[in-house]
């Protein structure tokens, strides 16, 4: 007769089921393997703290990093898309957009809003990879063409933060006809001496890297978004051939001209505001009376 009886396998201690990890609560780092807490990476604006590695950061984040606390208004959150073409792949368009609301909280891919950054009264909006990839359908293109517009009337700059896997399949041509609308009313802001900076964010690809992403004054990339038109797969098979270490990179963009500058996140504030200083005090000591919000 035996005085005791295993009732669990494998080695038992007084510490066992004490101090468990919660679930969920770590992530690794997908370019160093490194092993971060997710209060971390919220504190460091989700930058791996190890290799520097930039994992995407939500809309709502983008707006809390690069606008003044407590200036925030959002713009256009009654806005959802619709199922015009009554599109259906694994699932129905119609269902995916509802599950995508209520996964997300958000209306679709993009939020808008008008804030200060400093002492300037900016029009922003910003897109969430979150929602359907980041695509643009007819919703994103409305949003950001009265982004853009709210800078003609106000006679302020605008800001776009762009991460998207481009125009958003489900919605046809009418996608694609938001190439098209927003493009036409940067050039409004142009006609107007309006600063632009677009913010490029990993990925900005499709579509949206061939319109408004790309037509900034000024073109701003964070360290290793991918950035392009067809991704690298695609063009690796179309041309048969390997392509250059980096292709499509925000570095690699950047030697060859097609952004200005690269900029890590936790410095992305500082430079936006420096630049629309930059471009917005010498229009203002010329005519004062602008700018004055």
Request: glycine fraction near 8%; hydrophobic fraction near 35%; charged fraction near 20%.
């Amino acid at each position: 007769m035996s005085w005791f009886k295993r009732t669990k396998k494998g080695i038992l201690t007084s510490r066992s089921g004490h101090h468990e990890i919660p679930a969920g609560q770590w992530k690794k780092c997908p370019a160093c393997g490194a092993i971060c807490h997710l209060r971390e990476l919220d504190t460091n604006f989700q930058i791996c703290p190890k290799c520097g590695y930039h994992r995407n950061l939500s809309s709502s984040k983008y707006l809390s990093l690069l606008l003044n606390k407590g200036s925030i208004e959002l713009q256009d959150q009654t806005m959802i898309s619709s199922d015009p073409l009554q599109f259906s792949d694994r699932k129905k368009y119609s269902e995916r957009l509802t599950a995508t609301r209520k996964k997300t909280g958000l209306p679709d891919a993009v939020q808008s809003a008008i804030g200060q950054m400093e002492h300037h009264t900016v029009s922003i909006a910003t897109m969430d990879f979150s929602f359907i990839g980041g695509s643009m359908g007819s919703v994103v293109g409305e949003v950001i063409t009265r982004t853009i517009r709210r800078g003609v009337d106000q006679d302020i700059p605008v800001i776009v933060v762009s991460q998207s896997g481009g125009a958003r399949m489900m919605e046809g041509a009418i996608s694609l006809m938001q190439m098209a609308k927003t493009s036409a009313h940067i050039a409004r802001l142009n006609e107007k001496g309006i600063p632009y900076i677009s913010i490029l964010t990993n990925p900005t690809t499709g579509g949206v890297t061939a319109s408004f992403a790309m037509l900034g004054d000024i073109n701003i990339a964070e360290p290793g978004a991918l950035i392009g038109f067809a991704g690298p797969r695609v063009i690796r098979e179309t041309i048969g051939q390997d392509l250059p270490k980096g292709f499509q990179s925000a570095e690699f963009l950047k030697d060859h001209g097609f952004v200005d500058m690269v900029v890590d996140r936790r410095q992305l504030r500082r430079t936006v505001i420096h630049l629309l200083n930059l471009l917005l005090e010498p229009a203002q000591k010329k005519n004062p009376v602008s700018q004055t919000k």
